[in-house]
């Protein structure tokens, strides 16, 4: 499904299930030998399917271990993102040389639970949800939200190094064509020599899934 919302030089590798041959590095398994079952799964697969998308960008394997606050640390030639939730693991790369970040997220296709929604949406998105609610209700806005702010942070955070809080981004959800724009409402990171205002995602409904989407493209 992701790979609908991604570009040609990105790479991204999909699981449903937690497939028996999906190992760990020792450096990785000894981060979750006190986990719990679901935990281990997770932590196990979306590395699996990183490794195998590394593997067709022609790259060898190697640990992906958490850095600050949990991100990934990738190899050097590497740029990518990881999204883990209840029945779908996923992982996108893509070469350093050709893409400057990219942030994924996967949510399930439902209704977030009760206080979520004011709690990271800026007024002017529960006013865009509320309308989008009216125009298309058989589609879970306040989840698409959700899941593009993350995508927005997960982008965010490795050209930076700083939290970036979800009252940060203000985003609007086109909902035609499947495509969300952040305006970033701090100082954005500078990329190739300009600072950046936001970034432009893109969204996915599909097979009971939301998944989002941002690919920084290095320019030429």
Avoid: N, Q
């Avoid at 606050?69 to 939730?85: D, F, K, L, Y």
């Avoid at 790369?93 to 994924?104: P, T």
């Avoid at 009252?167 to 970033?184: H, Y």
């Amino acid at each position: 499904m992701i790979e609908k919302i991604l570009p040609p030089e990105v790479v991204a590798v999909e699981r449903r299930d937690d497939p028996p041959e999906a190992t760990l590095f020792p450096a990785e398994e000894a981060l979750i030998a006190a986990a719990v079952d679901k935990r281990r799964r997770e932590f196990r697969t979306v590395r699996h399917c990183a490794r195998l998308a590394m593997a067709e960008l022609g790259l060898g394997p190697a640990p992906l271990l958490p850095g600050e606050r949990g991100a990934p640390v990738w190899p050097e030639a590497v740029v990518g993102s990881m999204t883990h939730c209840a029945g779908y693991r996923a992982a996108a790369v893509a070469r350093a040389s050709a893409v400057v970040s990219i942030g994924i997220d996967a949510e399930p296709h439902d209704t977030l639970p009760d206080g979520v929604l004011t709690a990271i949406a800026l007024p002017a998105e529960r006013d865009r949800h509320a309308a989008l609610t009216r125009v298309v209700p058989d589609l879970h806005w306040d989840r698409i939200l959700f899941s593009a702010k993350e995508s927005v942070y997960k982008t965010w955070f490795p050209l930076t190094g700083r939290w970036l809080g979800f009252e940060e981004a203000d985003i609007t959800i086109e909902p035609d064509g499947g495509v969300f724009r952040a305006r970033l409402l701090v100082p954005g990171p500078v990329v190739d020599g300009v600072e950046l205002a936001g970034f432009t995602g893109r969204w996915l409904v599909d097979d009971g899934m939301v998944i989002t989407a941002i690919v920084l493209p290095r320019s030429e």
